[in-house]
Protein backbone atom coordinates (compact mmCIF):
# COMPACT_ATOMS: atom_id res chain seq x y z
CA UNK A 1 0.00 0.00 0.00
CA UNK A 2 1.30 3.39 -1.20
CA UNK A 3 0.93 6.08 1.97
CA UNK A 4 1.11 9.97 0.92
CA UNK A 5 3.19 11.66 2.69
CA UNK A 6 2.58 14.99 1.68
CA UNK A 7 2.53 17.40 4.88
CA UNK A 8 -0.63 19.12 3.50
CA UNK A 9 -2.75 15.63 3.61
CA UNK A 10 -0.96 14.69 7.21
CA UNK A 11 -1.43 18.07 9.08
CA UNK A 12 -4.94 18.30 9.45
CA UNK A 13 -4.99 14.85 10.59
CA UNK A 14 -2.78 15.49 13.12
CA UNK A 15 -4.11 18.56 13.48
CA UNK A 16 -7.59 16.68 14.77
CA UNK A 17 -5.92 14.36 17.04
CA UNK A 18 -4.07 17.08 18.83
CA UNK A 19 -7.58 19.13 19.45
CA UNK A 20 -9.36 15.59 20.57
CA UNK A 21 -6.65 14.63 22.95
CA UNK A 22 -6.13 18.61 24.72
CA UNK A 23 -6.58 18.23 28.42
CA UNK A 24 -6.17 14.38 28.36
CA UNK A 25 -3.75 12.01 29.78
CA UNK A 26 -2.26 9.25 27.26
CA UNK A 27 -0.68 6.09 28.36
CA UNK A 28 0.62 3.55 25.78
CA UNK A 29 1.39 -0.48 25.83
CA UNK A 30 2.98 -1.76 23.71
CA UNK A 31 5.36 -4.65 22.94
CA UNK A 32 7.00 -3.14 19.85
CA UNK A 33 10.03 -1.32 20.64
CA UNK A 34 9.73 0.51 17.41
CA UNK A 35 6.30 1.16 17.50
CA UNK A 36 6.37 1.89 21.00
CA UNK A 37 8.71 4.52 19.94
CA UNK A 38 7.14 6.13 16.59
CA UNK A 39 3.68 6.79 18.37
CA UNK A 40 4.90 7.97 21.47
CA UNK A 41 7.22 10.32 19.18
CA UNK A 42 4.51 11.81 17.11
CA UNK A 43 3.99 15.56 17.89
CA UNK A 44 0.26 15.05 18.28
CA UNK A 45 0.17 12.20 20.90
CA UNK A 46 3.70 12.84 22.80
CA UNK A 47 2.42 16.23 24.35
CA UNK A 48 -0.19 14.67 26.29
CA UNK A 49 1.65 11.61 26.91
CA UNK A 50 2.10 10.84 30.92
CA UNK A 51 3.87 7.03 30.37
CA UNK A 52 4.58 4.03 28.39
CA UNK A 53 5.61 0.59 29.14
CA UNK A 54 6.02 -2.61 26.78
CA UNK A 55 4.46 -4.72 29.26
CA UNK A 56 0.67 -4.97 31.25
CA UNK A 57 2.55 -5.45 34.77
CA UNK A 58 4.07 -2.29 33.76
CA UNK A 59 1.58 -0.89 32.56
CA UNK A 60 -0.94 -1.93 35.46
CA UNK A 61 1.61 -0.26 38.52
CA UNK A 62 2.10 3.00 36.50
CA UNK A 63 -1.96 3.27 36.32
CA UNK A 64 -2.05 4.03 39.72
CA UNK A 65 -0.15 6.66 40.18
CA UNK A 66 0.01 8.19 36.54
CA UNK A 67 -3.92 8.21 36.33
CA UNK A 68 -4.38 8.15 32.37
CA UNK A 69 -7.61 9.24 30.87
CA UNK A 70 -6.43 7.34 27.83
CA UNK A 71 -4.77 4.15 27.10
CA UNK A 72 -3.29 2.61 23.84
CA UNK A 73 -2.90 -0.95 23.44
CA UNK A 74 -1.29 -3.47 20.90
CA UNK A 75 -2.22 -7.12 20.34
CA UNK A 76 1.56 -8.23 20.84
CA UNK A 77 2.65 -7.11 24.52
CA UNK A 78 6.31 -8.18 25.96
CA UNK A 79 4.41 -9.80 28.22
CA UNK A 80 0.71 -10.26 28.96
CA UNK A 81 -2.60 -9.75 27.46
CA UNK A 82 -4.27 -7.30 25.68
CA UNK A 83 -7.46 -8.24 27.14
CA UNK A 84 -6.51 -9.07 30.44
CA UNK A 85 -5.04 -5.71 30.48
CA UNK A 86 -7.96 -3.88 29.48
CA UNK A 87 -10.05 -5.41 32.53
CA UNK A 88 -7.30 -4.80 34.78
CA UNK A 89 -7.08 -1.31 33.97
CA UNK A 90 -10.59 -0.45 34.23
CA UNK A 91 -10.90 -2.46 37.67
CA UNK A 92 -8.72 0.33 38.67
CA UNK A 93 -9.28 3.45 36.76
CA UNK A 94 -13.52 2.54 35.78
CA UNK A 95 -13.52 5.77 33.63
CA UNK A 96 -10.52 5.06 31.43
CA UNK A 97 -11.05 5.13 27.86
CA UNK A 98 -9.28 2.19 25.90
CA UNK A 99 -7.89 1.65 21.87
CA UNK A 100 -6.58 -2.12 21.09
CA UNK A 101 -4.56 -2.19 17.82
CA UNK A 102 -4.65 -5.98 16.63
CA UNK A 103 -2.51 -7.10 14.00
CA UNK A 104 -4.68 -9.84 12.48
CA UNK A 105 -8.49 -10.85 12.33
CA UNK A 106 -8.29 -12.85 15.83
CA UNK A 107 -11.69 -13.26 16.82
CA UNK A 108 -11.20 -14.74 19.96
CA UNK A 109 -8.93 -11.74 20.81
CA UNK A 110 -11.18 -9.31 19.60
CA UNK A 111 -14.20 -11.12 21.78
CA UNK A 112 -12.61 -10.78 24.80
CA UNK A 113 -11.04 -7.16 24.67
CA UNK A 114 -15.10 -6.41 23.83
CA UNK A 115 -15.72 -8.48 26.93
CA UNK A 116 -13.48 -6.76 28.72
CA UNK A 117 -15.01 -3.16 27.86
CA UNK A 118 -12.23 -1.93 25.24
CA UNK A 119 -14.18 1.26 23.81
CA UNK A 120 -12.50 0.80 20.35
CA UNK A 121 -10.54 -2.18 18.41
CA UNK A 122 -8.72 -1.57 15.28
CA UNK A 123 -7.01 -4.37 12.47
CA UNK A 124 -3.85 -2.67 11.46
CA UNK A 125 -4.02 -4.18 8.30
CA UNK A 126 -6.76 -2.46 7.90
CA UNK A 127 -5.06 0.89 8.43
CA UNK A 128 -5.41 2.93 5.52
CA UNK A 129 -9.18 2.03 4.46
CA UNK A 130 -12.49 2.80 5.36
CA UNK A 131 -12.42 -0.26 8.07
CA UNK A 132 -9.35 1.60 9.40
CA UNK A 133 -9.30 5.09 10.06
CA UNK A 134 -6.44 5.32 12.76
CA UNK A 135 -7.76 9.79 13.26
CA UNK A 136 -10.85 8.75 13.52
CA UNK A 137 -10.36 5.71 15.75
CA UNK A 138 -8.28 7.94 17.86
CA UNK A 139 -10.81 10.99 17.80
CA UNK A 140 -13.96 9.40 18.84
CA UNK A 141 -12.69 7.23 21.84
CA UNK A 142 -10.56 10.39 23.08
CA UNK A 143 -14.64 12.06 22.59
CA UNK A 144 -15.90 9.28 24.72
CA UNK A 145 -17.12 7.16 21.95
CA UNK A 146 -16.34 3.64 20.43
CA UNK A 147 -15.05 2.89 17.70
CA UNK A 148 -15.76 -0.74 16.20
CA UNK A 149 -15.47 -0.89 12.25
CA UNK A 150 -17.51 -2.95 10.10
CA UNK A 151 -14.47 -5.54 10.11
CA UNK A 152 -14.15 -5.75 13.37
CA UNK A 153 -17.88 -6.24 13.84
CA UNK A 154 -17.65 -8.69 11.87
CA UNK A 155 -15.50 -10.87 14.27
CA UNK A 156 -17.38 -10.01 17.27
CA UNK A 157 -19.44 -13.67 18.23
CA UNK A 158 -23.25 -13.04 18.87
CA UNK A 159 -24.33 -13.81 21.94
CA UNK A 160 -28.21 -14.68 21.31
CA UNK A 161 -28.46 -16.93 24.78
CA UNK A 162 -29.78 -14.29 26.72
CA UNK A 163 -30.93 -10.94 25.65
CA UNK A 164 -31.76 -7.62 27.52
CA UNK A 165 -35.22 -6.59 28.22
CA UNK A 166 -35.57 -3.11 27.15
CA UNK A 167 -39.36 -3.35 27.39
CA UNK A 168 -39.54 -1.11 31.07
CA UNK A 169 -37.75 1.85 28.82
CA UNK A 170 -39.71 4.64 27.77
CA UNK A 171 -39.75 5.68 24.46
CA UNK A 172 -37.30 8.62 24.86
CA UNK A 173 -34.83 6.40 26.65
CA UNK A 174 -35.52 3.85 23.61
CA UNK A 175 -33.98 6.47 21.19
CA UNK A 176 -31.79 7.53 23.23
CA UNK A 177 -30.38 3.84 23.73
CA UNK A 178 -30.44 3.64 19.87
CA UNK A 179 -28.30 6.60 19.09
CA UNK A 180 -25.78 5.43 22.06
CA UNK A 181 -25.73 1.66 20.78
CA UNK A 182 -24.81 3.49 17.08
CA UNK A 183 -21.87 5.18 18.65
CA UNK A 184 -22.88 8.62 19.21
CA UNK A 185 -21.91 10.72 21.45
CA UNK A 186 -23.76 12.37 24.25
CA UNK A 187 -23.48 15.95 22.47
CA UNK A 188 -24.53 14.38 18.64
CA UNK A 189 -27.92 12.88 20.69
CA UNK A 190 -28.50 16.13 22.13
CA UNK A 191 -28.29 17.86 18.54
CA UNK A 192 -30.86 14.51 17.35
CA UNK A 193 -33.09 14.87 20.26
CA UNK A 194 -33.20 18.12 20.67
CA UNK A 195 -32.65 17.71 24.22
CA UNK A 196 -29.75 19.05 26.85
CA UNK A 197 -26.41 17.07 26.94
CA UNK A 198 -27.47 17.15 30.84
CA UNK A 199 -30.71 15.61 30.21
CA UNK A 200 -29.42 13.14 27.57
CA UNK A 201 -26.57 12.45 30.74
CA UNK A 202 -29.75 11.83 32.86
CA UNK A 203 -31.07 9.05 30.73
CA UNK A 204 -28.14 7.11 29.99
CA UNK A 205 -28.01 6.89 34.05
CA UNK A 206 -31.18 5.61 34.05
CA UNK A 207 -30.71 3.07 30.73
CA UNK A 208 -28.20 1.53 32.87
CA UNK A 209 -30.08 1.19 35.86
CA UNK A 210 -32.77 -0.54 34.21
CA UNK A 211 -30.65 -2.89 32.34
CA UNK A 212 -28.61 -3.89 35.10
CA UNK A 213 -25.22 -2.21 33.22
CA UNK A 214 -22.64 -0.40 34.96
CA UNK A 215 -21.00 1.19 31.91
CA UNK A 216 -22.24 3.18 29.14
CA UNK A 217 -19.40 1.39 26.81
CA UNK A 218 -21.77 -2.19 27.92
CA UNK A 219 -24.46 -1.05 25.41
CA UNK A 220 -22.75 -0.77 22.58
CA UNK A 221 -21.27 -3.89 22.97
CA UNK A 222 -24.43 -5.65 24.19
CA UNK A 223 -25.96 -4.20 20.54
CA UNK A 224 -22.38 -5.69 18.98
CA UNK A 225 -23.22 -9.17 20.72
CA UNK A 226 -26.50 -9.05 19.58
CA UNK A 227 -28.52 -9.02 23.15
CA UNK A 228 -30.09 -5.79 22.46
CA UNK A 229 -33.21 -5.69 19.99
CA UNK A 230 -34.80 -3.07 18.62
CA UNK A 231 -38.54 -3.73 17.12
CA UNK A 232 -39.09 -2.62 13.76
CA UNK A 233 -41.72 -0.99 12.62
CA UNK A 234 -43.51 -1.14 8.96
Known sequence: MKFELDSRLIEPNRRKIKEALVGKRVYVCMGNYLLLNAFC??????????????????CISDLVNLKPDLLFITEYLESGCAASLVEKAKSILPGLKTLVFIDSKNVGLVDKCVDAGSEGIIFTTSIGTINGNYVEAIVNISEGNTYFPIDVRQEITPDNAERLNISELSQLELDVLKLVTEGNSDIQIAKVLSLREASIKKHIINILQKLGIKHKTQLMVARLKNKIHFETTS
Open 41 to 58: LSRAINDRLVGHSTTEQE
